[in-house]
């Protein structure tokens, strides 16, 4: 076991590597029972499923834990911990449950009994099921109970979360929310923990600490949180990171950032084009032409398979050379895999999500660049669908991200900085979806929230305009400020609205405002 426990010494950092994940990460582990020595025995679940948003540090504190069990902070609890990553898993063949557990250290497959014997002292944490490739229904089916036969992994996970191996073990599981569904149907009474991420208190230290001057840093983190949408994305650290490097280059070019931050398209938007200055060196951008491409490629099929790491066969299968992506894991916008060789992922999910919408908007020079990967990829019409959205919530964001970027001035700036063509028929196919909706209700497989949210982020006045003129009543929740400002924007280019009945949340106002009670209503 020292040798097991040397390979993970070796295999993850120290845990003073970041101040602001350490904290994080030691405030979800109190929320654990079994770290927590005063949780009686008999309370404490056997299977706890850490669930949050991408980038909030699931994966960091599943490590550690790892890390703190070979410095014998729970050897007192588990005499064995093993840890399974649904990235690496993917990249495996099928093997017995006892290749599997031991695949960082085989030679534990000597002493397998021994390890069988012990198993109400074994932890098994299964990080990033959501990043678990399997055809739909495999996990339930072909269950199998026998540690020496040979499975597909899927298999043999399933296997465990239904306690057919191992069934005293302690299981931890990390995901995002999106793949909790798919975990029921496997687990009797699993605990469920939300992991927050960055606090509004985080959030405000690590500004600080990244523009060290106050003023800055206190400006552009104001106006990060007048974007709840974009405040929310920043429960990830690397958001905040993102959000920070944009707005300080601004800043420091002596640039007004306060658009910026308008709507979530615009920041990325500008994120992403700021790597890649200067935009007037059109050879710069005549080379990206290929690789921007393939890069968009990569992320849609990414976020229609619900995938976020990607391997040589993914490249090849999609025709993406490892050579095309070198200008964007240059510029820290895609990483090589730790503990993945051969693999590339976003550095954040909303940046993959970006990308996507560019595909869309960016010409192709053969209309069967697109049709080759029909199969995997929706159009338009089916990503901005509820049906779809419900299915693959990731699909919400890519949405937004595509109306932000029908926006003419945003066009061009992509056109500038990376040589390529944007499709100026993205609006009009946008308004044809429209016009496919309920004659009566347009854009009925939407909600109204959703629309106004969608036609904010374009901030094409004449575009809301033609979206919103077959709009003759309107029904609306408006639950916090940000939904009032979409709402206002989109409305005062309503021409044609008859009527309108209206529910505010209690605290969007000022509290003393007693014209309008929590949940109240008006029509007009």
Not at 196 to 212: A, I, S, T
């Amino acid at each position: 076991m020292e040798k097991y426990s040397s390979i993970w010494r070796n295999k993850f950092w120290p845990r003073d590597r970041n101040k602001w994940h350490y904290s994080v990460i030691q405030r979800s582990q109190k929320l654990i029972p079994f770290l927590n020595p005063k949780t009686s025995s008999k309370l404490k679940p056997h299977t706890v499923v850490l669930q949050g948003p991408a980038g909030v540090g699931k994966t960091t504190l599943a490590k550690n834990l790892m890390l703190e069990w070979t410095e014998d902070n729970l050897k007192k609890t588990f005499k064995y911990a093993f840890y399974l990553s649904c990235k690496e898993l993917n990249q495996m063949g099928p093997c017995t449950c006892a290749e599997l557990i031991s695949k960082d250290c085989p030679e534990l497959q000597d002493a397998i009994l021994e390890v069988l014997d012990q198993s109400q002292r074994i932890l098994i944490i299964i990080d990033g099921f959501d990043e678990l490739r399997f055809p739909p229904g495999a996990l339930i089916c072909d269950i199998c109970g026998d540690w020496k036969q040979q499975k597909p992994v899927p298999i043999l996970l399933s296997s465990l979360l239904t306690r057919k191996m191992f069934p005293r073990a302690t299981l931890l599981i990390t995901t995002r929310p999106w793949a909790l569904r798919e975990l029921w149907l496997l687990m009797q009474q699993p605990l469920l923990i939300e992991m927050e991420g960055f606090l509004e208190v985080d959030r405000e230290e690590y500004f600080l600490k990244h523009f060290q001057d106050e003023d800055q840093a206190l400006r552009a983190f104001n106006l990060m949180r007048s974007n709840t949408a974009l405040f929310s994305m920043g429960s990830a650290p690397m958001v905040c990171w993102i959000v920070c490097t944009c707005l300080k280059l601004q800043m420091e070019n002596g640039e007004d950032p306060t658009p910026t931050c308008q709507t979530t398209t615009s920041l990325f938007l500008r994120f992403i084009c700021s790597q890649f200055m200067p935009v007037s060196d059109s050879w710069r951008g005549w080379c990206l032409q290929a690789p921007v491409k393939a890069l968009c490629l990569l992320a849609t099929e990414g976020v229609w398979t619900q995938t976020s790491v990607f391997d040589g066969e993914d490249l090849k299968r999609l025709g993406v050379k490892e050579s095309e992506l070198g200008p964007f894991l240059d510029k820290n916008i895609l990483q090589k895999g730790k503990d993945c060789e051969g693999c590339y992922s976003f550095i954040h999910l909303s940046v993959q999500q970006f990308f996507a919408a560019m595909f869309y908007v960016l010409e192709s020079e053969e209309e069967e660049d697109r049709e080759i990967h029909k199969g995997n990829i929706g159009d338009v019409q089916k990503l901005l669908s509820k049906e779809e959205r419900l299915k693959n919530p990731i699909l919400t964001q890519v949405g937004y991200f595509l109306f932000g970027l029908s926006n003419e001035k945003r066009a061009r700036e992509l056109e500038t900085t990376f040589g390529c063509r944007v499709s100026t028929e993205v609006e009009q196919e946008l308004l044809r979806w429209k016009v496919k909706s309920d004659e009566n209700k347009p854009f009925s497989v939407m909600s109204m929230r959703d629309v106004f949210h969608s036609l904010y982020e374009s901030q094409e006045k004449e575009f809301v305009k033609d979206a919103m003129a077959h709009f003759k009543e309107v029904s609306l929740r408006l639950k916090n400020e940000t939904d009032v400002v979409h709402a206002s924007f989109c409305l005062k280019h309503c021409q044609n609205l008859e009527k309108m009945s209206l529910k505010v949340e209690k605290g969007i106002f000022l509290e003393n405002d007693t014209s309008l009670e929590s949940g109240s209503r008006v029509e007009r």
